[in-house]
Every structure is written in structure tokens, then in C-alpha cells.
């Protein structure tokens, strides 16, 4: 996985919420203004955080701290909204009050996805997937960019998800693959 271009530039390379410099992907915030440029570099751990409303890794997004200043709009807007999130946190309320964004940047911080529209994994059953699960996959799949198979039945252990729906990603024969949701089962 890597950053398109334009985003490798802006971000250096670094995570732009936690400044991170490990497994970088784009993330496109689910609503934008229409105008601004509304990808995100982040790292896995704030994607995981980004796409969930619930158990969050308090500890990590302290560092909407720092990415809460930033000057790139969609970093600022993210970082707000999770500030919000975060309501039964002090000092994340805190820092909420000391946050102004102009009105058109608070319009976007506002249009914050319903719960139901939070981005969902769900395996081959339709039941939930959460970062740290172990499942198994159910059908013979060539893994693109290598030469083997990941055969049926093969455990995965310790999933992340990515900020595709349909797509998760697990260790298989030692390598960190993409594997697509429908196929594999919680176990
Ligand atoms: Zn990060």
C-alpha cells in the first residue's frame, strides 16, 4: 500500500493525525465540503480508530492534541470529529472548546456520518468484524502480487481493517495481504 503522490507530499511521509511513519494509507473522509481536497494520510491505527464510534484507543488519539492544529482542512475537520467522539473525555472536550474553525470548515465537521453509515466489515455471514479478530477463509485465493494460494480453511489471526468495507488485512504465510471479506468467516 502506498499514499498517491500529492499526498506523500503533504503528509512527509508521516501519519497526519499521529505522525506515525508505518503502513500510511489514504483515507477519504466520508463526506466533504465539495471543494477541499478530503483525503488523509493515516497510519493503520488511526484508520481503525477513524472508522469506528465506539472503544476507542484513548491513549493513541491524544494525538488529536497536535493534528488538531493542523493546516490542512480535511486533517482539522477529522480531528474534530473525533474530538467529538470522544465526549465522555475531559480533556478531549477540552480541547474541543479551544478549536475554532470557520463556519465553512465547521460545516463540514458537522455533516459527520450517522452511526449507520459508519464504515462496516462484515464476513461471509454478515457478522461484525473488528480490528484483532482471527477468522478463516473459506475459498482457495490467489493473492495478488505472489505466487501462492491461501487455501481454504487457512486462519487468520489479528485482522486490521482497512477503510474499504470489503477488504481487511491479515498475515498469511508470513505476509500481510489484502483479503476481501466475503471470503473468509469469523472464528
Ligand atoms: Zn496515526
Known amino acids: 500500500m502506498s499514499l498517491p503522490a500529492n499526498l506523500q507530499s503533504r503528509s512527509a511521509g508521516k501519519c497526519e493525525l499521529c505522525s506515525a511513519e508505518t503502513s500510511l494509507e489514504a483515507f477519504a473522509l466520508p463526506y466533504s465540503d465539495g ?22 484507543d484513548v491513549n493513541h488519539l491524544r494525538c488529536l492534541n497536535d493534528s488538531m492544529w493542523s493546516t490542512v482542512p480535511a486533517v482539522q475537520v477529522l480531528a474534530a470529529r473525533m474530538l467529538n467522539r470522544l465526549n465522555a473525555e475531559t480533556w478531549a472536550q477540552d480541547l474541543k472548546d479551544m478549536l475554532y474553525l470557520d463556519e465553512e470548515l465547521q460545516a463540514w465537521v458537522d455533516q ?22 482471527n477468522v478463516v477463509i473459506i475459498k482457495d485465493l490467489n493473492v495478488k502480487g505472489t505466487s501462492f494460494v491461501a487455501k481454504r480453511g487457512t486462519p487468520v489471526r489479528n485482522i ?28
Open 35 to 56: 471543494q477541499a481536497a478530503n483525503e488523509v494520510a493515516l497510519c493503520s491505527t488511526c484508520t481503525e480508530q477513524v472508522t469506528k464510534s465506539e472503544d476507542f
Open 112 to 133: 459527520e456520518p450517522a452511526e449507520e453509515d459508519m464504515i462496516k466489515h462484515v464476513d461471509s455471514n454478515g457478522a461484525v468484524l473488528s480490528a484483532g479478530d
Open 160 to 187: 486490521s481493517l482497512t477503510n474499504n468495507p470489503e477488504h481487511i488485512e491479515g498475515r498469511v504465510n508470513g505476509t500481510r495481504i489484502v483479503i476481501i471479506t466475503q471470503f473468509v468467516k469469523k472464528s
